[in-house]
């Protein structure tokens, strides 16, 4: 069951009863999230000491747990116990105690396992939990209690996430640079490990910034400004320099990237690739094609994206693009030969396109 199934559970009210849960998955914030909404739910506080128990799976053990069960509330009418990456829900063991204790569980107590624990497919470079459903703990929870899977938020799950956070700090964003932010936040690559923790943390940034500001609402420049690397900030500024013949601050700028750390290829690789979308624009709205139609061929994360680097392209021919693009090309196999050095050719090529 997912996260949809579990607000549902605790709007009826059906998830307060004895039976163990389980909450896992590669989101731990939904894990953390969820583990102290039922905490809240059930009318216990952590520092209700007498009532409250939270063990860890590497720490503590089977006879422990149910000790912990088995000691009556104090302060409250119910006991509840968190146990953290119980070991048994990755590591089987079919005759741990604990799983037959949970068959029929006291009135008082609520039993909650809250795993977070992930790792990488070896295959398919996924994060994936690590809870093995082929487990007899998990088998005896899926029977005697109630499982809730916390994945990946689809596009659309995220989108409302996002909104959410940024309505929290006061401003709102339209459907464009919601796309664009989901888009260059890289949460919905297949192998990215941007978790729902960072976003939300980046949206709170975003808000922020944009509230501090004065406004009510997101406005593409606050995407560029707060997105840091992601956005390749310094990119976007470089293209910008070069397009309007600003060279001198174009050659400050990859300075600055020099001095940071950047390589010359890392900057020859950007910067080509850029170009070369920048080429494929023109050349696609030259021919009608629509911006929608135009980020899918190019693969690139959202339509705001594409019309930045769209944008740029109108200071420059198509022949100038390929003058532009051959150079690239040509410094970097005459500094990869040892022709001349990174620095100096880089700080050359930006003078010359």
Request: glycine content about 8%; some cysteine; charged content about 25%.
């Amino acid at each position: 069951m997912s996260y949809k199934q579990l607000n549902a559970d605790l709007k009826s009210g059906e998830i307060n009863s004895p039976k163990p849960i389980l909450l896992y998955g590669t989101e731990a914030y939904l894990v953390d999230f969820y583990a102290n909404k039922l905490i809240e739910t059930f009318g216990v506080s952590p520092e209700m000491s007498f009532d409250f128990v939270s063990l860890r799976g590497d720490e503590t053990d089977d006879q422990a747990i149910m000790a912990a069960i088995d000691t009556f509330p104090m302060m409250s009418p119910l006991k509840v116990i968190v146990v953290h990456d119980y070991q048994g829900l990755t590591d089987s063991n079919k005759d741990a105690p604990l799983l037959t204790y949970i068959e029929q569980m006291p009135d008082y107590a609520r039993l909650i396992f809250a795993t977070t624990k992930v790792k990488k497919d070896k295959m398919t470079g996924e994060t994936q939990s690590e809870v093995k459903k082929n487990t007899a703990a998990y088998k005896r929870l899926a029977k005697y209690g109630r499982v809730y899977e916390f994945g990946k938020l689809s596009e659309k799950e995220l989108q409302n996430f996002v909104a959410k956070r940024l309505k929290e700090t006061g401003v709102g964003i339209t459907a464009e640079l919601l796309a664009a932010f989901i888009g260059e936040s890289g949460y919905l690559d297949k192998s990215s490990e941007k978790d729902l923790l960072t976003v939300m943390n980046e949206a709170y940034k975003l808000g922020t910034y944009a509230h501090d500001a004065g406004r009510n609402r997101i406005v593409s420049q606050d995407l560029t400004d707060c997105m840091g690397i992601t956005l390749r900030k310094d990119t976007f500024q470089m293209l910008d320099y070069i397009s309007t013949g600003q060279k001198g601050k174009a050659i400050e700028l990859l300075e600055q990237s020099f001095s940071m750390g950047e390589s010359a290829f890392g900057v020859i690789a950007l910067l080509t690739g850029q170009f070369e979308i920048m080429l494929a624009y023109k050349e696609m709205s030259e021919k009608g094609y629509p911006i929608g139609k135009m980020t899918s061929i190019l693969n690139q994360k959202s339509d705001w994206r594409l019309k930045k680097l769209g944008g740029f392209s109108g200071n420059w021919t198509k022949i100038q693009l390929m003058e532009a693009l051959h150079k690239l090309y040509n410094i970097e196999k005459e500094i990869r030969l040892g022709n001349v050095s990174e620095k100096l050719g880089l700080t050359v090529l930006v003078s010359q396109i």
